[in-house]
């Protein structure tokens, strides 16, 4: 069985470069869109894709792995949580568990606070550029564009387009 945890810890090592690759790329990303260089966005999330779907790949790894811890008698019916794992483990792994299972709560606290805020970040640079595309495109003229005497009147629009320079 502590072959089985040893290679756990080292899939989980590994799943943890992987996830700190990926917050690399997030924080890439959020400077991407403070500077506002949108174009290069897309080649971001092109290697976030390929990075998520290496994730993903370790991921079922680990699952199956922890399906065949689960077999062993010591397991029973616990659940496979970081806390099972480190007790079940002996030292030096033990202490080795308990120290990447910080590093990866660590992770995922600052992975969640790079994801808000470069959603929030998305979310005013969509704003910013519907505002812009309403400036430019935007008409509210009352009635029709002639009145009854046929007699051109002047726009009543508000878009960039309706101002004379």
Known sequence: M???LLNLYSLVKY???????????LYQE?????????EDLADLISEKEKLIYR?????????????ELSAFP???????????????????????FADIFDEVQRVRTEFE??????????LSEYEYVSFLIDQVTRIEEPGETYE?????RSPVGKGMFDHRI
């Open 2 to 4: 502590q072959e089985h």
């Open 15 to 25: 799943e943890l470069e992987k996830y700190s690759s990926l917050l690399e790329l």
């Open 30 to 38: 959020r400077q991407v869109l403070v500077e506002r260089k949108i």
């Open 55 to 67: 994730i993903n790949n370790v991921e079922s790894e680990r699952d199956d792995l922890l399906a």
């Open 74 to 96: 010591h397991v029973g019916s616990k659940s496979l949580d970081a806390a099972t794992l480190i007790e079940l483990a002996e030292e030096p792994l033990k202490s080795e």
């Open 113 to 122: 606070y790079v994801n808000a805020t470069n959603k929030e970040l998305l």
């Open 148 to 152: 009854d005497d046929g007699s051109l």
